[in-house]
């Protein structure tokens, strides 16, 4: 029963990320915006939404149950958990997708300078929220600081890629929308009011998959006898980035490296900024071995892929092996 309630809370998560995204994508063509911006700040907060709710919902509802610690560890477990799977198996799969069809020492064509804002920024912001798991918890005054700089730096990144767009648009690479909006099949005329209901109708679809998503982990961790905290781990971000690994490759099968790479950035610094405020202010946010462990190999991961992008080299499907061996490595030592 509870692998059915999962089942039906993904396929609805998956549905409502697909709504808005799709809706995303013709207001970023509406307004006249890069495929950087889109990729980086539309794209990837609209796909990082299932992953971004379930640790909200866990933390304020603990998933329909009465035990506020289960649904901290849930919460916790997602929110360090998405990035762990965006540095490493998410960026794995689009480069050996992009392998398969191109071959593995081909070139990929992101915009280098979106990515390496993106990068730099997430390595920076995820860095500090790292550092936060060794302050105590009752230094509450630090911990909200903290908590303060980590939303205010996002909405800095944005202000900071929306500024560069305007030469990336001038230049050709603004967005283009090549699917119609799903709503225009049942009879609505393409507008961008359209597209801001269908946003909000994905967005609904999301919350309430995430609602039933939370439920579901709390439940199997308890018949399976295993930590809500290891489960939430493994099971929440792989199931709830679907999102982003499906456009990413899409995008890639297309050639549009921009987008489907810039998805993944955008969604790490969304992720390492935004997420990691709402766990520092709302969860106990300490450093269990698992956390670290995870916490340490995103650093390592996304590292990597900085200095491989700073050092001026060509992007190669080949060099994304070293992602997924990361975690590889974790998903062993935590089975």
Request: aromatic share 10%.
């Amino acid at each position: 029963m509870n692998f059915i309630l999962l089942a039906s809370a993904l396929l609805l998560i998956l549905a409502g990320a697909g709504f808005f995204t799709n809706a995303l994508e013709h207001i970023g063509h509406r307004l006249g915006i890069s495929e950087g911006v889109t990729g980086s700040i539309f794209a990837a907060v609209g796909t990082a939404l299932p992953e971004t709710m379930v640790p909200i919902i866990a933390i304020s509802f603990t998933g329909g149950t009465h035990n506020p610690e289960i649904g901290s560890e849930v919460g916790i477990g997602a929110i360090l958990g998405a990035p762990l799977m965006l540095s490493t198996l998410s960026l794995f799969l689009v480069a050996a997708y992009a392998g398969a069809r191109r071959g593995w020492y081909s070139n990929l064509v992101p915009e280098r300078a979106g990515l390496l804002r993106d990068l730099s920024w997430f390595l920076l912001v995820f860095g500090l929220s790292v550092l936060t798991l060794f302050v105590s918890h009752r230094e509450q005054a630090a911990r909200a600081g903290i908590t303060i700089v980590l939303v205010l730096s996002y909405f800095f990144y944005i202000l900071v890629t929306l500024r560069a767009s305007e030469g990336l648009v001038a230049t050709g690479h603004g967005t283009q929308a090549e699917k119609p909006l799903h709503l225009e099949r049942t009879g609505f005329r393409a507008s961008l009011f359209i597209a801001l209901l269908q946003m909000a109708i994905g967005l609904a679809g999301i919350v309430y998959g995430a609602r039933l998503f939370v439920s579901g982990v709390e439940n199997l961790a308890g018949s399976l006898g295993v930590s809500a905290l290891i489960v939430s781990l493994l099971v929440v971000p792989v199931a709830t980035e679907l999102p982003e690994k499906i456009n990413a490759i899409l995008w890639v099968k297309r050639n549009r490296d921009t987008l489907a790479i810039g998805n993944i950035t955008g969604a790490l610094v969304f992720q390492g900024s935004l997420l990691p405020a709402i766990g520092i202010s709302l969860t106990t946010w300490k450093p269990t071995p698992p956390v670290l462990l995870g916490a340490g190999l995103t650093l390592l991961a996304a590292g990597y892929l900085f200095l491989i992008v700073r050092s001026g080299r060509e992007l190669k499907p080949i060099y994304f092996l070293f992602n997924g061996l990361c975690y590889l490595a974790y998903f062993t030592i935590l089975i």
